[in-house]
């Protein structure tokens, strides 16, 4: 594949996840005017429940992908399969759900939440075999409908969710919330409408149908089975963290001395706030990661290891990169990111304090995409269980003492993801040794130098807050300038 090509849909990905984080903050925007801190607080503890649920699952699409890259005869075969035991599977969970919703909510330490989780039953049963479908579509390398498909399914998810918080207001803003998530289900059956027709006139018209190399050296059932679970336990980090985070972080609070509605709205602001704004670049490095996974994976099974060399080197420059551009505006820029997204000025330090993640979640998510590529499975898993351990060490000393509660979990958020990106950078350079070469690597540092001096002076030019059309307008040509950059450095040269 030519690096046009490659651009090509690493661009529609990217436009793609960008209109998708549009329609996201957009809709919390709204939501967090509606139901203020609290409420968001409720909104973030209700999803990083659900979504511990979902990625208990969450290895077998990718496995899926890099199986179809392989042979896309059998990923065929394999989605219908693997879809009627995830249908199964989720139908399952969701009864057990639906069954002990007051319970769970209790053992959270959160009754409210009982509305949320019987609302997100349906959406366990939908999500899973979702995104085992884009998994196949990834695979065969079918970007644009994976793209237009999460595009109407956030779309249809806010729309529902928002005209229910309305209307459900007057009853408590836990019964809005909790019933507004109903609009997940809608989402996702909106999306999984939509792909389902797809892949059946994509099997009418046999558009499947491609010229298999190596079929002797594909992959065997263990293969799949070793990678689903392998990506599936490393993927399960994230999401419980979180869940962690919305036990941990209220009950901590509470015991420095806040009562249950100030340690809501706390860690409303830390995990519904300022995490939502700095891990919104990393839509960007996601997109790379998911378009480059599969074309890593041929690579690799082709033993064409030069290729390989060159699209983990272009796809990791491009990470860092974009990241360290992205940390310096979020820096920079944190008081007027707060007021103009929130209404509030509560969230900007700390944004400020976690203003590095963009460039640091950027490099773990490539580096682990390119050991997955390789079969390499430990390391990525290693480090997220060990920033998982460091993180909830931090925030159990820090949350508890009055005056430490905004740093202390900052502090936990950072230890998490530099841990995994440490270890997962450590295992590249064992496997895939590199030569630095100096030059770029000088002009990469002043162009990221300047950057950071010119936005700089561009905000201490001003005696108070910039105004929002003003950003608006940094805002477009810092980061054009930094896209026309990035194509030059990393996409321009033929792979």
């Not at 990625?55 to 009627?84: E, H, M, N, Q, W």
């Not at 089975?225 to 392998?230: D, E, G, K, V």
């Not at 036990?247 to 340690?263: D, K």
Request: aromatic residues 10%; charged residues 15%; contains cysteine.
């Amino acid at each position: 594949m030519k690096s046009n090509q490659l651009f090509k849909q690493s661009a529609i990905r990217i436009s793609a996840l960008s209109i998708v984080r549009g329609i996201g903050l957009l809709g919390r925007v709204v939501l967090t005017r509606l139901v203020g801190a609290e409420g968001i607080g409720l909104y973030q503890m209700a999803y990083s429940f659900f979504g511990l649920m979902v990625t208990l699952t969450g290895g077998v699409p990718t496995a899926l992908a890099l199986a179809s890259a392989r042979r896309p005869d059998k990923g065929i075969k394999l989605l219908i399969r693997l879809s009627v035991s995830l249908l199964i599977w989720g139908a399952m969970i969701s009864f057990l759900l639906l069954s002990f919703a007051d319970d769970i909510a209790g053992w959270i330490g959160t009754p409210e939440l009982r509305y949320a989780i019987i609302s997100l039953c349906p959406a366990v049963i939908i999500v899973p075999v979702l995104g085992l479908i884009r998994g196949y579509l990834q695979g065969i390398k079918s970007i644009g409908v994976i793209a237009t498909s999460e595009v109407i399914e956030q779309a249809f998810r806010y729309a529902v969710m928002l005209m229910l918080v309305i209307q459900l207001l007057p009853l408590g803003v836990e019964r809005a919330v909790g019933y507004g998530l109903y609009g997940s289900s809608a989402g996702a059956a909106a999306a999984f409408l939509i792909l389902t027709c797809f892949i059946i006139f994509q099997r009418s018209r046999k558009l499947h149908t491609v010229k298999i190399k190596n079929r002797h050296d594909a992959f065997s059932p263990m293969w799949f089975i070793r990678t689903a679970l392998a990506i599936s336990a490393t993927r399960l980090f994230i999401p419980l963290s979180e869940f962690l985070d919305s036990l941990i972080v209220p009950s901590r609070l509470i015991a420095a001395g806040h009562n249950p509605s100030e340690a809501t709205a706390i860690y409303g602001v830390v995990y519904g706030m300022a995490v939502i704004i700095v891990y919104a670049p990393t839509l960007v490095t996601g997109a790379i990661s998911h378009t480059y996974s599969v074309q890593l994976a041929s690579a690799w099974q082709a033993d064409d290891h030069a290729r390989f060399k060159t699209l983990s080197r272009n796809s990791l420059c491009a990470a860092w990169l974009w990241g360290g551009l992205c940390s310096f505006f979020c820096y920079v820029f944190a008081d007027e990111l707060s007021l103009y997204i929130f209404h509030s000025e509560a969230a900007a330090q700390v944004i400020r304090y976690l203003s590095p993640i963009p460039i640091i979640v950027g490099i773990r998510e490539l580096t682990t995409s390119i050991l997955w590529a390789r079969d390499i499975r430990k390391p990525p898993f290693l480090g997220l269980l060990s920033g998982l351990l460091c993180s909830i060490t931090v925030q159990y000393i820090f949350l508890a003492v009055p005056g430490l509660e905004y740093i202390g979990a900052a502090i936990a958020v950072l230890v998490l993801e530099t841990a995994a990106c440490i270890i997962n950078v450590w295992a590249i350079t064992r496997v895939m040794p590199q030569r630095i070469h100096i030059k770029p690597l000088l002009c990469d540092l002043t162009t990221l130098l300047a950057a950071g001096i010119w936005i700089s002076l561009l905000a201490r030019g001003h005696t108070g807050l910039i105004s929002l059309p003003h950003l608006l307008s940094i805002s477009f040509f810092y980061f054009a300038a930094a896209v026309f950059y990035i194509y030059l450095r990393c996409y321009r040269k033929s792979l």
